[in-house]
C-alpha cells in the first residue's frame, strides 16, 4: 500500500506537545497503573500461562501461513449458513461496500459495536458524508464521538479523559444528538454510566441496521465471535435486523477448539479479567432469531503485503488486547494521539508503518517510538518480538526513504568505513578528536548546528576524551615490558 497522511504531526512533533500537558500525563498514568496491575494479578493465577501464550502463537502462525485456504473455508461456511461475504482490498471499497449495503435496506442510521477495523477505514466519515448516522454503542467510543476527539487506547478509548471532563462532555454534547444529559449530572461513575445508558436506549430500540467488527473468526464454521464488557455489543448483535461486520483478514483461527486458547489470553491481557462479561457469536441466520440479514466485508487493507514480510507478519498475530500499551512508558507519557494513528503504542508502531507504508513522514517515525525496553514483548498474549520489528522497520524506513538525510547517513558511514579500515587512518583520527576533547574540556559539545541538531535535539553531545586509549597505552605501557 502506498503511503499515506494520517492527519496528524510525526511522533517526535506530537509527542513533544503531548508531554507537557500535566493532566493528560496524570490520567494516563493512573489509568494504565490500574489495567497493569489487573492483568498480573490474574495471569499470575495460571501456572500455564507460558504455554498457552505459546499456543496462542503458534495458532496465529499457522493460520497465517495458510490464510488463502482458511479465508476460502471460512467464505463457504458463512455462505452455507445464510450470510454473504464481500472482499474489501481497501479502505475505499470496503467504505463503498458497506455505504451500499446500508443504502440497500433504505435506512439512514446505524448503530456500531466497537470496531477497531471501522476506525482504521474512516467508516464513519464515510457514511455521514453518504448522509447515514453510525452511531457509537460503547461507553468510552460514544465519549470520543461526542466529543468530536480521537481514540487514544485500543481498549479504552478514551483513557485521555478523567470522570470531571466526561461530565462535561455528556452535558455540553449529549442534546445535540439524541436524549440529553441530566441538568443536575455529577462526575460519579454510576451517573455517568446512566446517563449513557438512557442517551442510547432509544438508538437501540430503533436501530434497523447494526455495524460490528470480530475478535476472532473462525473457518472451520463461518463464525464471528464478539468479546466486550457492556452489553452494548449483544444489543446490537442481536436486535437490528440488518448487521454488517468488517473484519480484518488477520482475525481468523482456523477451528472452534482454537477459541479456548484465546478465551483466556485475551480477557487477561486486556481487562484483567478472567472472562468476558459477554461473548456473543454470529453464525448466519435463524428465522426469529437476531439478524435476517448478515453480511461480513474481510478486509485487506495492507495485510496481504504485511504478510508477505518474513519479520513483520508476526504483527499479524495481534489479538488487540492493548497491554503493550499500558507497560509502554512511551505510551503513557505520550499517550496515543501522538502517534497519529487508530492502532497506538507499540504493536501501533509496528502495524501502522507496515498497513500503510513508510513513505510518508508520520508513519516513517513511528517505529522509533520506543525505547527497546522489550517490556510489551514480555506482556505480549502472542508472544510478538515488537522489538525486533522496530529494529526491523527502522531498517526498511532507512531503505526505502533515501531522502537527502538519509543519503548524508550513508555516506558518513562510508567515510566512518574508510577510516577504521586503516589504523593509521584511525590513529590520526583519533588525535584530532582529542584536540576537540581538550578544546571543549567537561563542558560537553552541547547543540550541534544544523542538520546535526537532529541528533543533539534528542541526547547529548559528550565532549570527545581529551586523550585516546591508543595514546594512553603509548604513554604509559609501550616499551615497560607490560604488552600482553
Known sequence: MSGVDLGMPAFPDAAREAVRDAQLRHNLGRATNTIRNKRAA????????????????????????????YLERFESAVTAAGGTVHWARDAAEANRIVTDLVRETGETEAVKVKSMATQEIGLNEALASA????????????????????????????????????????????????????TDLTDDPVQLA????????????????????????????????????EGNGRMCLTMPEHLISVVGIEKLVPSWRDLEVFLQLLPRSSTGERM??????????????????????????????????????????????????????????????????????????????QLYGVESEDTASLPYASTLCGACYDVCPVAIEIPELLVHLRNRTVRERKGWFDRLTSAAMRGLGWVFGDS????????????????????????????????????????????????WWERNRTGNGDER
Open 42 to 69: 490474574v495471569v499470575d493465577e495460571l501456572d500455564d500461562w507460558e504455554q498457552l501464550r505459546a499456543s496462542g502463537a503458534a495458532i496465529k502462525a499457522h493460520t497465517l501461513g495458510r490464510l488463502d485456504t
Open 194 to 229: 446512566e446517563a449513557a445508558r438512557h442517551h442510547l436506549r432509544d438508538k437501540f430500540l430503533r436501530a434497523n441496521v447494526a455495524i460490528s467488527g470480530a475478535n476472532f473468526a473462525v473457518a472451520e464454521t463461518g463464525s464471528l465471535v464478539v468479546v466486550e464488557s
Open 276 to 353: 468476558n462479561p459477554y461473548t456473543s457469536v454470529l453464525h448466519g441466520v435463524s428465522e426469529g432469531d437476531g439478524p435476517s440479514n448478515f453480511h461480513v466485508v474481510l478486509l485487506d487493507n495492507g495485510r496481504s503485503e504485511a504478510l508477505a514480510d518474513e519479520v513483520g507478519s508476526q504483527a499479524l498475530r495481534c489479538i488487540r488486547c492493548s497491554a503493550c500499551l499500558n507497560v509502554c512508558p512511551v505510551y503513557e507519557r505520550a499517550g496515543g494521539h501522538a502517534y497519529g494513528s487508530v492502532y497506538p503504542g507499540p504493536i501501533g508502531a509496528v502495524l501502522t508503518p
Open 424 to 471: 593509521k587512518r584511525l590513529g590520526r583520527a583519533l588525535r584530532l578528536t582529542s584536540l576537540g576533547g581538550r578544546l571543549f574540556g567537561r563542558r560537553g559539545i552541547g547543540r550541534l548546528p544544523w542538520p546535526l541538531s537532529r541528533w543533539t535535539d534528542a541526547r547529548d553531545a559528550p565532549a570527545p576524551a581529551p586523550e585516546s586509549f591508543r595514546q
Open 131 to 182: 448522509g447515514i448516522s453510525a452511531w457509537e454503542t460503547d461507553l468510552a467510543e460514544l465519549i470520543v464521538q461526542l466529543d468530536e476527539d480521537r481514540p487514544s487506547h485500543i481498549l479504552v478509548p478514551a483513557i485521555h479523559r478523567n470522570r470531571s471532563e466526561i461530565r462535561e462532555i455528556f452535558r455540553r454534547e449529549m442534546a445535540g444528538s439524541g436524549t440529553p444529559a441530566p
